[in-house]
């Protein structure tokens, strides 16, 4: 089959390309879509070289072009940085004059993500429907993840968003158990990047207990919060959630700290250098830092059961809730564990959540909803309520003044500020 990977000149996608050069074997063509030339006849070259080393016979091609590129693709993957790293150091920065946490994905920032987000990839899904083969899958990689396919889906594509968080908390309790990562089934639910692992199934038997009882403070280290948090919820969250149960921690770290985006962009460049070696093969250690650990693997898996080859794998997918969390409304979308066929990802059962849990998680969900409205209409009374929805925010002058400064950062970064 063709898979389109549109922001194919991202500095990760070797990563993604080294997983189906190992485990795609059904790949005939993988076309690497941006419009950065430069970047991606390096990103392109190396990609090629990773097949070959190899040895997959399937060919790599690159292309700036978007409608050739996705041109009777059997799916696309969509993993897009609108604005770059300069916008995402914007969104890391600006939130912190107001004493809120500066992160792409989470509170002020996440919004202005969306903001410039949601449309572009609007636009490439509509481009992809109209060429790629009939019933092509769109997986979406692009963050904020379940804004993004939330849009996907209410414009009718079809459409389901992923994330790497759940395949390297299996990745990592395996480890620690001593067994292979396939034999560990997780408990995994909530939204994008706000998901909590409830229990870590072996041969039936929930092992997490053990998990919490034998190896508490290093998990707790790994998710960057206090051992306590962990033992009173009984769960292992997502680091992600640091930055609602350690906001200020965090805010106050960030004070006169480097961004992640500016280190991000030192890596970036220090991988274009390394990947225009011809001699260059595998993926360097150096991508390891890049982040999105695992990514490959989940998107290999999930591609590949939406063709039907993998009808027993479970995948941590952003999918609509249509009752699976009955406090949702049916059209939001959550994050949870499914196996997935050609009709798309089916959830596994879940257990109702602990009243803290759902609290949260409708909360977060209101905020999305409104995110995206604001995303898909503009508006500064948009932003500004859904700014004022976020738990993290949750007050008038706060919000208030977090809109002026998205606004602000969003004229130097996307046309649609207004």
Known sequence: MKIAVVGGGSTYTPELVDGFARLGGTVSELVLIDPAADRLDVVGGFAA?????????????????????????????????????????????????CGCVGQETTGAGGLAKALRTVPVVLDVAERIRARAKPGAWIVDFTNPVGIVTRALLDAGHKAVGLCNVAIGFQRRFAALLGVDPSAVLLDHVGLNHLTWERAAYVDGVDRLPGLLRDHLPELAAEVELDPAVLTTLGNVP???????????????????????????????????????????????????????????????????????HDPDGVHSVNVRNNGTLPFL???????????????????????????????????????EELALDAALRGGRNRVYRALLAHPLIAQHERAETLTDELLAAGARHLAWAR
């Open 238 to 308: 997502s680091y992600y959630l640091s930055y609602f149960y350690a906001h200020d921690q965090h805010v106050r770290a960030a004070a006169g700290a480097p961004t992640r985006g500016q280190r991000v962009a030192e890596i970036e460049a220090t991988l274009l250098e390394m990947y225009r070696d011809p001699a260059l093969e595998e993926k360097p250690a150096l991508l390891g830092e890049r982040g999105g650990a695992y990514y490959s693997e989940a998107a290999v898996g999930l591609i590949a059961a939406l063709h039907g």
């Open 329 to 367: 409304d049916d059209r939001a979308v959550i994050e949870v564990s499914a196996r997935a066929g050609h009709d798309g990802p089916a959830p596994l059962p879940v257990a109702p959540l602990a009243p803290d849990l759902a609290g949260l998680v409708a909360h977060v969900s209101g905020y």
């Open 49 to 97: 070289r990773i097949f070959r080393h190899h040895g997959h016979p399937g060919k790599v091609t690159w292309t700036t072009d978007l409608d050739a590129g996705v041109t009777d693709a059997d799916a696309a993957v969509i993993q897009l940085r609108v604005g770059g790293q300069a916008a995402r150091i914007s969104d890391e920065t600006f939130p912190l004059s």
